[in-house]
């Protein structure tokens, strides 16, 4: 499978964006757990979110809970990242990934990675 990430983009600080992850290839989507992962610069990468197979479990890092969805539409072979009261330390370019096997929060345990889409929160 094949993980494209796009929707980043510049915006003030209290906006939203949208992140878009699309899969190709086979298997589709459907049968891998997504989670989000981000970047900022001369920080390690961290957890942001997951996502089951189904879409019925999802996993959110502290913090971001409460201001960051997850959902997907298997029908779309697509995963979304709602992103709300943006916040200038949510600054980093943003990865989607995906595994077999559910949920997990370790990067190391993601196969399949997306090329990232850059979010810049504004003061």
């Known amino acids: 499978v094949q993980l494209q990430a796009s929707g980043g983009g510049l915006v003030q600080a209290g906006g939203s964006l949208r992140l878009s992850c699309v899969a190709s290839?086979?298997?589709?989507?459907?049968?891998?757990?997504v989670g989000w992962f981000r970047q900022a610069p001369g920080k390690d990468r961290e957890f942001v979110a997951a996502?089951?197979?189904?879409?019925?479990?999802?996993l959110t890092a502290d913090s971001v809970k409460g201001r960051f969805f997850m959902s997907r539409d298997n029908a779309k072979n697509t995963v979304y990242l709602e992103l709300n009261s943006l916040k200038p330390e949510d600054t980093a370019v943003y990865y989607c990934?995906?595994?077999?096997?559910?949920?997990?929060?370790?990067?190391?345990?993601?196969?399949?990675w997306g090329q990232g889409t850059e979010v810049t929160v504004s003061s």
């Open positions: 990934a995906g595994r077999l096997g559910g949920l997990r929060l370790s990067d190391h345990e993601y196969d399949y």
């Open positions: 996502i089951d197979e189904g879409g019925g479990a999802t």
């Open positions: 290839g086979r298997p589709t989507l459907r049968f891998y757990a």
